[in-house]
């Protein structure tokens, strides 16, 4: 979140790469009766001179720029050189821990890593706790890179298992360490990294925009070969109904970003939030993440003219599983009398921050009404504000549709009421006063087909009937259960554009693209189980579960 001077107008003049998608299960040395952990090959890095680091985080902080929180450790080594070696009468398993004193957390982080279609590798913590996995081939991507959540404590576990039917050998480059230095640990019985004045999601503030919620993320930024930092993200509808995963967050929060080739190591986490009210209650979720992202739009003249936003489109779908909620927008310059924003202060659990008083126009630097001026609330379970961590996150309006996103502002936990405020690049300026190029604006991504609407609605990634194209569809879908194979049948006049199938972890398995109104797929090949079918016509999509015996 930006901090500087500005004028308060109102008040004066009167880029591609894929998902960290997983399989959810055991490390295969589980499997392995008596495996002793102690002694896996051990990797030990000199924790880093943070002097110089803190001091700089003391004056960035002061204005409020994106929150650093971890710095990058070079290794550039090859896992299998350094891993042990058992084998099994399945097949090989190779396991490494890599140790940095000090840390809160470690990343993992490789510019070489592809496996190949029958290989499984986990990242977990000595206590067998915290495990991410399995990785499969599905996580390549054509750069080669890979990233992974962060895992608490000063000591990760990389592990990786190939049968004995596998011909080809993967490639594990253990290129980099992130080490997280504040943010992370756990304050007594207390998961909290921002101010105490800050109101948790799920208390009764956040009622009226669950949904909202859902579509909320923190994003885990590689700035540079040297560090790593926080914002917030907000997955936005478009006029399509297409559910392409856009996001929209702030230029800010990625102006740093020394190389394109860093957003395939961007880390997105979906439902980062504690389950109730309280700041005690049960330890956050961090298994549904999504890695790598493009960048499609954005404004970083914000010093002078401009609205400070960045339209991201992630690399991946994002699993059903994840419960998404694509939020609306509403592009007309409309000062509304109260509303929230939903943000992830300090890199900390979801937070709902509630303005009551009317919008303000404002500007940032020498812009002129370009953002919303945001006076914050005292709420029954505190005074959200914002931090950084929070910037780009979304302002929504009573109707849930989204009117801007966070630049910067005064507020804090500790500051007076009167400085309880913030600016929001508008979401009307955003649409099309940046610029004339499609780089520079939202409407040629969010309005593609040039509609002209005003405002969209959310919609949610389970229910065809949020979209209004699909109400009066007839679909029919059978046999259901079945054994081999299904038959669809749309309205002759609709054609299917393309079937997606999920499985229960919300992956997708397949992709068919055709054009036909009626079609009959074939399922012999699959496992049994419950699978999502997502139909993709010319304005609509549909969504139903099959049972496959």
């Known amino acids: 979140m930006k901090k500087t001077i500005f004028v308060i107008i109102a008040l004066i003049m009167s880029f591609s790469a894929f998902s960290q998608i997983s399989t959810n299960e055991n490390p295969y040395t589980y499997k392995i009766e008596g495996f002793n952990y102690q002694k896996i090959a051990n990797v030990k890095i000199d924790k880093p001179d943070l002097q110089q680091v803190l001091e700089e985080d003391i004056e960035n902080d002061k204005q409020n720029k994106m929150m650093r929180f971890g710095v990058i450790l070079p290794i ?47 990242v977990y ?39 004995n039917s596998e011909s080809e050998q993967a490639q594990i480059e253990l290129t980099e360490i992130g080490y997280a230095y504040r943010g992370i640990t756990k304050l007594s019985s207390e998961y909290r990294s921002s101010g105490d004045c ?26 540079s070969s040297q560090y790593i930092g926080w914002c917030t993200g907000t997955l936005v509808n478009n006029t399509n109904y297409d559910l392409k995963p856009y996001l929209l967050t702030a230029a800010h929060c990625i102006e740093d970003v020394a190389s394109t080739s860093y957003y395939s190591q961007f880390v997105f986490y979906f439902k980062y939030e504690n389950s109730g009210c309280s ?14 992202t493009s960048v499609k739009a954005l404004d970083n003249t914000y010093g002078s003219n401009g609205s400070d936003f960045a339209l991201m489109l992630l690399s991946d779908e994002i699993p059903l599983s994840y419960s998404p909620y694509w939020c609306g927008w509403d592009k007309r310059n409309t000062a509304v009398n109260n509303g929230v924003g939903i943000h992830h202060p300090s890199g900390d659990v979801k937070k709902i921050s509630t303005f009551n008083t009317r919008l303000q126009n404002s500007s940032y630097g020498s812009s002129s009404a370009t953002h919303w001026y945001v006076e914050w609330a005292e709420t029954e379970n505190g005074w959200g504000i914002m931090e950084g961590g929070s910037s780009g996150s979304a302002l929504f309006n009573p109707e849930g549709r989204i009117v801007g996103t966070l630049t910067g502002g005064a507020s804090g936990c500790d500051v007076p009421a009167s400085y309880k405020y913030d600016v929001y690049g508008k979401m009307s300026w955003h649409w099309s006063s940046n610029g004339n190029t499609n780089s520079r604006k939202l409407d040629h991504w ?40 299904i038959n669809i049948t749309l309205d002759q006049s609709i054609k299917i554009k393309q079937i997606d199938i999920f499985d229960q972890a919300g992956r997708k398995v397949e992709t068919h693209t055709l054009s036909s109104s009626t079609h009959t797929l074939s399922l012999n090949h699959l496992q049994k189980g419950v699978y999502t079918l997502k139909i993709t016509t010319d304005n609509s999509i549909l969504t139903e579960q099959i049972v496959l015996n």
Request: hydrophobic share 30%; with cysteine; aromatic share 12%.
């Open 198 to 223: 800050n109101v948790n999601v799920n208390c009764s503030e956040g009622d009226n925009y669950r949904q909202q919620q859902r579509g909320v993320c923190r994003i885990q930024i590689r700035m």
């Open 76 to 122: 550039y080594k090859d896992f299998f050189e350094l891993a042990n070696k058992t084998q099994t009468a399945d097949g090989v398993v190779w396991t490494l821990s890599v140790e940095v004193e000090e840390a809160e957390a470690l990343i993992f982080y490789s510019d070489n890593f592809q496996l190949p279609r029958t290989g499984k590798f986990f």
């Open 446 to 485: 969010l309005d593609p087909n040039e509609t002209g609407v005003n405002f969209v609605d959310g919609m949610d990634y389970t229910s065809a009937l949020t979209n209004p194209n699909a109400q009066n569809i007839s679909l029919q879908l059978y046999p259901n259960p079945t054994k081999d194979e």
């Open 125 to 163: 913590n000595p206590e067998r706790t915290k495990v991410l996995g399995a990785f499969t081939h599905q996580n390549n991507n054509e750069y080669n890179t890979f990233a992974t959540e962060y895992i608490e404590g000063d000591k990760i576990i990389m592990e990786y298992y190939q049968p």
């Open 279 to 292: 700041v005690t209650a049960s330890e956050p979720s961090r298994s549904r993440s999504v890695t790598g």
